[in-house]
Nanobody
Framework: QVQMVESGGGLVQAGGSLRLSCVVS????????MGWFRQAPGKEREFVAG????????NYADSVKGRFTISRDNAKNTVYLQMNSLKPEDTAVYYC?????????????????WGQGTQVTVAS
């Protein structure tokens, strides 16, 4: 049974930083791309960042480029999202997602397992 458990969310002041983690179990972690998505109140879920199975490729939403960094530790079955220079508009529930294949994609349909989400709130 696949389990994906996120942690690291919380309340932070604008300009601050948070690091999200997602521990994955129940599958061969190191052959799949991983991604982070987010959903703000009243909005659709959107792609934030993705990383390929071999850490060879990453991609980001334009809104977070230069501020967020996705990484993974295949030995620990964990994917991370380092978020710096946070803005109030980054407030959302953040979800990690497992890719159906090894290379990162931005579409939700390219991911088949999701974590429960972790709330990130950025105060102005």
């Amino acid at each position: 049974q696949v389990q994906m458990v996120e942690s690291g969310g919380g309340l932070v002041q604008a300009g601050g930083s948070l690091r999200l983690s997602c521990v994955v179990s129940g599958l061969t972690f190191n052959i799949y791309a991983m991604g982070w998505f987010r959903q703000a109140p009243g909005k659709e879920r959107e792609f934030v960042a993705g990383i390929s199975w071999d850490v060879g490729a990453t991609n980001y939403a334009d809104s977070v480029k230069g501020r967020f960094t996705i990484s993974r530790d295949n030995a620990k079955n964990t994917v991370y999202l380092q978020m710096n220079s946070l803005k109030p508009e980054d407030t959302a529930v953040y979800y990690c997602a497992k890719g159906r294949r090894g290379y990162t994609r931005t579409m939700e349909g390219a991911y088949d397992y999701w974590g429960q989400g972790t709330q990130v709130t950025v105060a102005s």
